[in-house]
């Protein structure tokens, strides 16, 4: 079955990690997020992938090429202009063929067992068939409440609370029959969400929810991407991992220089060719990646940094991130979810505590920010 991935929104709500980097490549443990999309989806057979882009389609194309090194054969279709979810796949329809297919949001962390949802759909004789999973918060997803066999009953795209009735939302993933596509209006922007899947539900197509209880995580905020690190880290749901294990749940790539004692308990990541000063202290829950320094006395923990990070001597980073090629000197304290945009450069003395964002190549003096 062919697949669509949908990869071409702007990723606005974790900015400044997507001003020069589309959200699906952002790394997660150190290996593109898309990438460990394509390994789930192929580990179900789903082999031949469209990939939809828009925003920074060059990264993808550059990382990917034709998908042969991940086993799979990747298309790249891009809008000039986003034409919408569901417009999207209108547009490369030609690449379709005539059977069924798949289409994927391309920002979720998602263990949906695809195979049974195939099967769903067949058993059901679906026409569309959309994965549902529970969560706490409805309200910035598609809700979708279903009746007992299943069958979809409506669709409330963001629902405010006095509107729900359900903790089931669009997980998106989505099994669609080809004929569908004749619903959908060509070169306009058009979405799944609020065009084709309450129009075809009302025409009196047969819409169904496939109920999974697998793990699943929207990747849209930094709390976000922070808890998919976390929950990798903590064997939520299943990662192939880059860095060899060293001691237990304590991987570290090649050529870092590090002391054992900076590390007294797990899990945590390293990545390859960086300097773990030995009096530096890396805390659980840390992710860093290729070519970082940390400095003598300072302390990392529940933080993620990618490549090219250097922190100066007694800073202390705490569930927050830091992204490529940022350098902070002496004395400094991240914590609560901030994030740091790349090349940024943070002097001594700061103190950035509350979910503060630093734009990219952003220089900030020294003592200058207290909050
Ligand atoms: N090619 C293309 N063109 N891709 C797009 C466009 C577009 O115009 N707009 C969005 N996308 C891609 C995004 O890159 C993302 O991978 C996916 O489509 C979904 O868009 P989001 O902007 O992330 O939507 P959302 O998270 O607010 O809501 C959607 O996902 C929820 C689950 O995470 C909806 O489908 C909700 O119903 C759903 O619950
Ligand atoms: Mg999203």
Redesign the pocket.
């Given at each position: 079955m062919k697949a669509v991935?949908?990869?071409?929104?702007?990723?606005t709500r974790i900015r400044p990690l997507t001003c020069l980097n589309?959200?699906?490549m952002l790394p997660l443990v150190n290996k593109p997020f898309m990438h460990n999309f394509i390994s789930w989806i192929k580990s179900h057979g789903v082999k031949d992938i469209i990939l939809?882009?828009?925003?920074l389609p060059e990264v993808f194309e550059e990382y990917f090429k034709n998908g042969a090194d991940l086993g799979v054969n990747i298309d790249y279709?891009t809008?000039e202009v986003?034409?919408?979810?569901c417009?999207?796949v209108k547009?490369l329809e030609k690449l379709l063929g005539n059977d069924t297919f798949m289409v994927?949001?391309?920002?979720?962390l998602s263990a949906v067992d695809l195979t049974e949802m195939m099967k769903f759909h067949k058993d059901k004789k679906s026409d569309i068939t959309i994965a549902l999973t529970p969560v706490e918060d409805p309200t910035?997803?598609?809700?979708?409440p279903v009746d007992e066999d299943g069958r979809v009953e409506k669709?409330l795209?963001?629902p405010s609370w006095d509107e729900i009735t359900t903790n089931l939302?669009?997980?998106?993933t989505y099994i669609i029959e080809r004929k569908l596509l004749e619903l959908v209006p060509p070169n306009e922007?058009y979405?799944?969400?609020r065009g084709l899947f309450p129009n075809a539900l009302e025409i009196g197509y047969k819409i169904f929810g496939f109920v999974s209880s697998a793990y699943w995580l929207?990747l849209?905020t930094p709390a976000k991407y922070l808890q998919a690190h976390y929950d990798i880290l903590n064997g939520r749901i299943k990662f192939d991992f880059r860095e060899n294990e060293v001691f237990d749940h304590i991987r570290i790539g090649d050529n870092t220089a590090y002391q054992k004692e900076s590390m007294l308990s797990s899990p945590i990541v390293i990545g390859n060719n960086c300097q773990i000063d030995k009096s530096a202290k890396i805390n659980p829950l840390t992710v860093i990646g290729d070519d970082c320094k940390i400095g003598a006395g300072s302390a990392i923990s529940g933080s993620v940094l990618l490549d090219g990070v250097s922190i100066g001597k007694n800073c202390i980073i705490k569930d927050s991130i830091i992204s490529y090629n940022v350098t902070i000197k002496d004395k400094v304290i991240i914590e609560n979810n901030s994030v740091i945009g790349d090349n940024a450069e943070i002097g001594n003395n700061n103190i950035l505590k509350n979910q503060i964002k630093i734009n990219v190549n952003a220089k900030v003096k020294d003592g200058e920010i207290f909050f």
């Open positions: 991935i949908l990869a071409g929104g702007f990723g589309p959200k699906p939809s882009t828009g925003y279709i809008e986003p034409l919408g979810t417009g999207a547009n994927f949001n391309g920002d979720v910035s997803y598609g809700l979708v669709f795209e963001k939302i669009n997980a998106g922007n979405s799944f969400e929207d849209g």
